[in-house]
């Protein structure tokens, strides 16, 4: 590699360029990312939009003593890129590799890690507090999206931020609007005069000065306020204690740099938090990102010169479009059936029925708190919500989910996405934990489909009860089961027997069925499809408990409080001793990784089941012939 991006290896070899170099060194970078990415899939459009903000920061503040801290963190290639990690950015999101977000253990210029939304505000301002009461000079930088500003995390940050001093900038990277260049060249000026030492003295002198006939500084205050009002959104963040600057154009480094440095001489002088509106665009550079930021979110490996392209043959269908087929087929039926997302509207495969259902969808934005509570007030009333919602945001509003819904015994779905190994993204997206934390609460049950068929109809089953129901379901796509015609209905709380052999009898919770029953061809063992976490099917575990000499139970999720200890419970809870061998997550956290390989390396493929139960059991297993095959009903 040639340029000037080659001869970074640190912010500190930034800070040493002359001003009119940083124009190049974006384009250099915003090049150097489209390739990377291409090779190796991940977030794209994000950090497409984020070069020269990155640029410009790293550029102003003395990173890592200065702290920045990034909100979700899926805008970092950027900042990877420029902090020692260029030469390892082909090994992104691979295992082994290095993470897709911001990792404290990774590099030093990760100041917090993150991955989940509205949380950098929160923990700057920890940092900045932290310098100021051990007595340090250091600054605090979030910078935090317009999308995560819409969680309630954020205000009660911003809240508690503006009754402080802290040397903290809150930067509010804007990238759902545009600014006309007219609107822009008049708002670079406004931005670096009002984030400029002479503003914020005129503005404290003329308060000292007025303060002595109060009519006067209240209209003085009133016309600031209204006539900053008249070109930026000033009133609600100026409300909330901080200095507000901007809105400017976050691509424009002869605007930034200048307005930055301003803010910094600011926050040096202790004229509190301060707060910059910037704005940006998804994809900035790359025309097919910037005309389809949704398509180049979070694509997988591409080439640069052709874009994404769909695959020849349609895939089998992932488990959210079924789910989304689902709740179009249910809402057919049923008029009472509303649809809500924390923001994840394409993730979850909510598309269509937004486009057929209008007026029963509700994005509420990044809010998973709000969604389950809105969820909550909707059930009251006599209306059937489903939410929608990955299992590790779930764990965003646990409180909700038990005092707001399990309590009052609501009859709420959560159709929880991503749970299991989520791949690429890692631990922090991993759905690892929600059979123990759900399965703990009262009145909650917890349906676990092995397939594509079964997940349709385990979903009209929880839509069909009368008190919360969570349907678990892995990322991606099951073994490409056909659908029912129609939504029909499970036994509540039943299992199966998929496989009937002798000696050892494993209990599969979810899509390890499949690999279960491969693992049982070689073992000669009984294989149980359980469906159910909660309520377990105790008849069927306790007959197979007194018809085999050992259990061994399978799940993609937390060993640690997950279905296998309910089935312990229950042995222990009746009296029954028998062995109990439960494969599952250890206790740490996965790595990212190709799904694949990850349960691989977990024991919890075929041939890593197998291994584990002749590891254990290999007294039990004596060659016998199979006694039965049982096929799921057509």
């Not at 004229?271 to 940006?280: D, E, K, S, Y």
């Not at 009145?443 to 069909?464: F, G, K, R």
């Not at 050892?504 to 049982?520: C, D, K, R, S």
Request: charged share 20%.
């Amino acid at each position: 590699m040639n340029g000037l991006l080659s001869s970074i290896d640190s912010p500190a070899d930034l800070r040493r360029l002359a001003r009119p170099q940083l124009r190049p060194l974006a384009d250099e970078l915003r090049e150097f990312l489209v390739q990377s990415v291409a090779r190796t899939g991940g977030h794209f459009s994000s950090n497409l939009g984020t070069v020269e903000l990155t640029v410009a920061l790293h550029y102003v503040f003395d990173t890592p003593h200065d702290r920045l801290v990034w909100d979700v963190g899926h805008q970092t290639y950027p900042h990877k890129i420029l902090t020692g990690r260029r030469e390892r950015m082909h090994t992104l999101r691979q295992l082994g590799g290095i993470s897709g977000f911001p990792v404290r253990s990774e590099s030093e210029y990760d100041a917090f890690g993150t991955a989940h939304s509205s949380t950098s505000i929160s923990a700057a301002l920890g940092m900045a507090l932290a310098a100021q009461a051990k007595g340090e000079r250091r600054r605090a930088v979030a910078v935090i999206g317009d999308g995560a500003m819409t969680a309630g995390m954020a205000f009660e940050a911003l809240n508690n931020a503006g009754v402080t001093k802290a040397p903290l900038l809150v930067v509010l990277n804007d990238n759902d609007m545009s600014i006309s260049p007219p609107v822009g060249a008049l708002n670079r000026y406004l931005a670096q005069l009002m984030s400029g030492r002479f503003y914020a003295a005129a503005r404290s002198v003329g308060r000292q000065v007025l303060s002595v006939a109060p009519p006067l500084l209240e209209f003085a205050r009133r016309f600031e306020e209204h006539a900053k009002g008249m070109v930026v959104p000033a009133t609600l963040f100026e409300k909330f204690g901080f200095n507000y600057i901007g809105p400017i154009d976050g691509h424009d480094l002869e605007s930034l740099v200048p307005t930055l440095e301003n803010i910094r001489r600011l926050l040096d002088d202790g004229a509190g938090p301060q707060f910059l509106h910037v704005v940006t665009k998804k994809g900035q550079g790359y025309k097919l990102a910037e005309a389809d930021p949704i398509t180049y979110h979070g694509p997988g490996k591409f080439d640069p010169q052709v874009g994404v392209v769909p695959p020849a043959q349609p895939p089998k269908p992932t488990f959210s479009a079924v789910f989304g087929q689902w709740l179009c087929d249910m809402a057919e039926r049923d008029k009472r059936l509303i649809g809500i997302t924390p923001a994840m509207r394409e993730g979850s495969g909510m598309v269509e029925f937004h486009r057929r259902f209008p007026d029963r969808y509700y994005d509420v934005g990044i809010a998973e708190q709000h969604a389950v509570t809105f969820a909550a007030g909707l059930a009251c009333e006599g209306l059937k919500p489903v939410v929608a919602i990955y299992s590790t945001f779930l764990q965003r509003a646990y409180d909700q989910a038990i005092h707001d819904v399990a309590l009052q015994n609501l009859p709420v779905v959560f159709a929880l996405d991503r749970a299991g190994i989520v791949g690429a993204d890692g631990p922090t997206h991993c759905g690892a934990y929600d059979i123990p934390f759900l399965r703990c609460i009262p009145n909650v049950a917890i349906a676990c489909p092995s397939d594509e068929a079964e997940c349709y109809q385990l979903l009209t089953t929880a839509y069909e009860q009368s008190h919360p129901v969570a349907v678990r379901y892995p990322r991606g796509a099951g073994v490409g089961a056909a659908l029912p015609r129609e939504p029909q209905a499970l036994p509540y709380g039943r299992g199966e027997v998929r496989r009937r052999g002798r000696g050892v009898a494993i209990l599969a919770f979810g899509t390890l069925l499949h690999p279960a029953l491969q693992a049982a061809e070689a073992l000669g063992a009984t294989v149980a499809n359980m469906r159910w976490a909660k309520p377990l099917d105790r008849d069927l575990v306790l007959a197979l408990a007194r018809d085999h000499e050992a259990l061994v139970t399978v799940e993609e999720g937390a060993i640690a409080g997950g279905a296998g200890a309910a089935v312990m419970e229950l042995l222990a809870a009746e009296g029954v001793v028998r062995p109990v061998l439960p494969l599952g997550l250890p206790d740490r956290f996965i790595e990212h990784g190709d799904p694949a390989l990850l349960l691989a390396r977990l024991g919890l493929d075929a041939a890593g089941i197998e291994r584990s139960v002749r590891d254990r059991f290999g007294a039990h297993l004596v060659a016998r012939p199979v006694l039965e095959v049982v096929h799921p009903a057509a």
